[in-house]
């Protein structure tokens, strides 16, 4: 190959590359993130939108240690299409959800506070999530103390 044929060769290969830059760049192509790392909230999260969904076995995975032990006798004393039919109507009244910034409690569990939001009240509970298998699972959950509002949700503003 003479030494123009190479020059050529090099020009098309340097143009080739740089138009198909433009075009990655005009189709909004953005190369791949990692995969976050997961949060506690997301064990909230995750139990909430199971429930929402009635589905049980995502709601027991949200799980662990003797809560997940607890959910699986009871699901076996009432069958899981009635606990999937219980989940979406305990769930039906709730209208948001906020969880707090967790506290840590030790190096693989951390406490969560969340309130809940319903028509005439909200209910605020502690929630003890555990780091297992990579993963956030609600461990321990205390009593939700009932809040009682002065405006219910979805008064209109005057």
């Known amino acids: 190959m003479t030494r123009e044929r190479k020059a050529q060769a090099v020009t098309v290969a340097i143009l080739a590359i740089a138009l198909g830059g433009i075009a990655v760049f005009r189709s909004g192509w953005k190369p791949p993130k990692p995969p976050a790392e ?7 999260y995750a139990m909430l939108d199971a429930a929402r969904e009635g589905n049980v076995q995502k709601y027991l995975g949200a799980y662990t240690g003797q809560m997940e032990v607890s959910l699986r006798q009871t699901i076996a004393e009432s069958g899981e299409a009635a606990f999937a039919k219980y989940l979406r109507e305990s769930n039906a009244a709730i209208k ?6 967790p506290q840590p409690l ?6 969560l506070k969340v309130e809940y939001v319903y028509q005439d009240r909200n209910e605020v509970q502690l929630v003890c999530v555990e780091k297992t298998a990579g993963a956030w699972r609600i461990a321990r959950v205390d009593s939700a103390e009932r809040i009682k509002t002065l405006i219910p949700y979805g008064t209109p503003v005057q």
């Open 38 to 44: 997961p949060k506690p909230q997301d064990a909230v």
């Open 96 to 101: 948001g959800v906020a969880v707090m910034e």
């Open 106 to 111: 030790s190096d693989r569990e951390v406490k």
